[in-house]
Structure formats: C-alpha cells, structure tokens
C-alpha cells in the first residue's frame, strides 16, 4: 500500500449559477492529497453529456448547489494514491462515472469507482461510450430486455446516447429505426439504423409504416407531450423507456415538476393490463442503499462496451475534441444539436 502526501496543481471548469456558456469561470487551486480509498486522476478526456446543459440551467435532478465544478465522467491516468490504495493503479488509465467534478485537469475520486479502460482504446473513444455506453447497455438489456430479431426505436439516434444504442443495437442482431434532424440523417443510416426526420410532422407515422405491427421497444430522452406516441408505437409485449425531458429543459419553474410528471404517466401506463411496459431509467438506482451492487454492475457493463470498441464492433462517435479552457465552446457546441455523437473535452494544448 501506498500513501501520497503531495498536493496537485489543477486546473477547474466552475459552473457559477445559471448563465450562458460563456458564463463558465476556468480556475487554477491546489487539490489536497488523495485520502483514504481515494486517487487522483489526470485527465485525458471528459465530455459534455445531456446533463450538464440542463445543470447550466439549474433543472437537473440532484444537482448540487452553485457554483460547482460539472462532468459527468472522465478517463484519466492514476498519478497519485491515498492510504489503503494500492500504488500499482498509479499509471495505468480508467474510466470514472463522477456525476460532476470532472471538468478538471485533475481530480480526486474513490478508487472503488475506477474501471480498467484497455490498452488498445483511445482515451477519447473510451470517453465517449463511458456514462453513454453504459446508459445504452443498461438500457437495452437490463430494461427493456432486448433479443435479436427484435425491432426498437432511437429517438434522437446521433446523439451521444443515440447513436451507441444503435451500434449495440445492431451488433445484436436487432432492427433499429433512428430519428435525427435532416442533416443527420445519412449518419444515422452509417450506423445500420432506419432514419426518420424527427421535424416530419408525419414522424410516427412514419414510424408506423415501417414497423405496422409495432415495436419491441422505444428509447424516449424527449419527453413531454409526445411522449404518448411512443408509447402507442409498441407491439403487446414491448417496452417505453424513457430518460430524460429534453422537451421541458428550457420550461422556467421547478425542474423537479417535468419529471414527477413523467414518472406519473410511466406509471400509470406501466398498469394498464395490455402486456406494455413503461419505465424511467435511472443512472444511479441503487447506489445509495447498495454501492457495492452499483459498481459491479457499472463495472461488467461498461467493460462489456468497451471490449466491443475494442475489437471495432462499436465505433465511438465523437463530434469534436475541444481543449479544457474552451469549455464553454464545447458546451455551445454540444447545446447546438448539430453534431453527430459527443463533444470531448481533452486537456490544455
């Protein structure tokens, strides 16, 4: 075992309140040393998920109060340890689901939570199918349990979520129809999915035609209104899963209200005796009452995605590589929905 006492100069992305990208405030501290169980990481890649557009406008769930440091997740490199972690980490690169904090050059994270990232995977790909891969995974085959021959649909399939559903998705051996913008469409097709122009006012019509006898599932980050759509798509048997509310994110008022709303209808529809099946995906279910579950379960399913980026099986889409000071640039960007896949991070030039 091996302790480090030594401080770690960093660089830190602060979200002050709710502003405009350009809002964001870049700062320099000394981190302290690592403590028990914990690392610190130096970061080679962070992005910018769906989450942090809605924390810039104080509307995601459980956010913590401004100003704070946002990033979902990281992948970086061990270069410090703290008490009761075994020095060999130091070195060797991770992946780390952080919720925030990782818009940063460096940072302190429990060592429980590092997940090997291979050799052969970029810092960058790994980055990119890291909270998006698992998120995919997850909902695939742990909710909407998902088999081959089946046929789902992706809304918003460029997206960095979108577009790794698709490409596990089609690895499976299951039929994919994607909704995108015009400009995304061809993209969408290179990844193996039907497209369909989600600004068609005819979308599920669309949608309809393709699939008559239904779908076996529906993957909704959308929300709002439509959101009954989805649910008339599905086949007797199939499955609506929702998670998120992009179409209530700039709504003013509570942001706790579009949810509640959502897992209100979920749920009632979730009851209806017609062999459907509606529910909300939730990241972190479980973790407060059962860590070591959570991490296990994090763990073998992101291992599981970054094997298939491995052996080429799932590209990983990144939209641009945008230096650490020019955050703000990389969430206007992400914020834009003009890009196919995610929008990395890396460290300063």
């Not at 340890?81 to 075994?86: F, K, S």
């Not at 099986?313 to 834009?336: D, F, N």
Request: net charge positive; glycine share 10%.
């Amino acid at each position: 075992m091996n302790a480090t006492t030594a401080t770690t100069r960093a660089t830190e992305i602060v979200l002050p309140g709710v502003v405009e990208p350009d809002g964001l405030h870049v700062r320099v501290r000394d981190l302290p040393a690592p403590g028990e169980g914990q690392v610190v990481l130096r970061m080679e890649a962070t992005g910018v998920c769906f989450a942090e557009q809605q924390m810039r406008l104080g509307k995601y769930y459980d956010q913590p109060p401004f100003p704070f440091v946002p990033g979902y997740d990281v992948v970086g490199t061990v270069v410090a340890a703290g008490p009761g972690v075994d020095r060999d980490l130091r070195g060797h690169r991770f992946a780390v689901v952080t919720k925030v904090g990782a818009w940063a050059s460096h940072l302190i994270v429990e060592a429980g939570d590092l997940v090997p990232v291979p050799d052969g995977v970029d810092a960058a790909a790994a980055e990119t199918v890291a909270v998006n891969g698992v998120t995919a995974w997850q909902m695939l085959y742990r909710t909407a349990k998902v088999k081959r021959g089946d046929t789902i649909v992706v809304l918003g399939a460029n997206g960095g979520v979108g577009s790794t559903l698709v490409q596990l998705a089609r690895h499976a051996g299951i039929k994919v129809i994607g909704t995108a913008s015009a400009r995304n469409l061809d993209a969408i097709r290179e990844l193996g999915a039907i497209p369909v122009d989600y600004r068609d006012p005819n979308m599920y019509a669309r949608i309809r035609e393709l699939a008559p006898e239904g779908v076996d599932a529906v993957f909704d980050h959308v929300g709002g209104p439509a959101l009954k759509e989805s649910w008339k798509l599905l086949r007797r048997g199939g499955a609506l899963v929702n998670y998120g509310s992009a179409a209530t994110k700039d709504e003013p008022g509570n942001a706790m209200l579009p949810v509640l709303k959502l897992f209100g209808q979920l749920m009632v529809w979730n009851l209806l005796p017609n062999g459907k099946r509606a529910g909300f995906y939730n990241f972190w279910a479980g973790k407060r009452f059962r860590l070591n579950t959570f991490r296990t379960r994090l763990r073998d399913d992101l291992v599981q995605v970054l094997n298939l980026v491995e052996s080429g099986a799932v590209t990983p889409q990144i939209a641009a590589r945008i230096p650490l000071p020019e955050a703000a640039a990389a969430l206007t960007l992400a914020e834009s929905r003009t890009v196919v896949g995610k929008v990395i991070i890396v460290p300063e030039r």
